[in-house]
């Protein structure tokens, strides 16, 4: 079983920046991807980006350029920073991991763009 946990939302007005982490555990081999979707009120699941164990990375149109994804040292933690941003971004943020065919997903954190 693997477990993820996300941590860094909160609140940032529009223009500024947040870091978001998401530290797994469990049973999680080398190959794998790791990513972000998101979902804001009344709107359909997004994908953000993701990144694979050799870090080979992905991103959503719209993130591209604002957003940065990357693993830490220990493989098993995502990051997703992400700059300029706009109350667009307003959104629970979801990290994931996939391997074996399987997907895992965190409980999520809350991100709010606001003045």
């Known amino acids: 079983q693997v477990q993820l946990v996300e941590s860094g939302g909160g609140l940032v007005q529009p223009g500024g920046s947040l870091t978001l982490s998401c530290a797994g555990s469990g049973s999680i081999f080398s190959m794998n991807v790791m990513g972000w979707y998101r979902q804001a009120p009344g709107k359909q699941r997004e994908a953000v980006a993701q990144?694979?164990?050799?870090?080979?990375?992905i991103y959503a149109d719209s993130m591209k350029g604002r957003f940065t994804i990357s693993r830490g040292n220990a493989k098993n933690t995502v990051y997703l920073q992400m700059n300029s941003l706009t109350p667009e971004d307003t959104a629970v943020y979801y990290c994931?991991?996939?391997?074996?065919?399987?997907?895992?997903w965190g409980q999520g954190t809350q991100v709010t763009v606001s003045s």
């Open positions: 994931y991991l996939r391997q074996l065919g399987t997907e895992y």
């Open positions: 990144i694979t164990s050799g870090d080979i990375t």
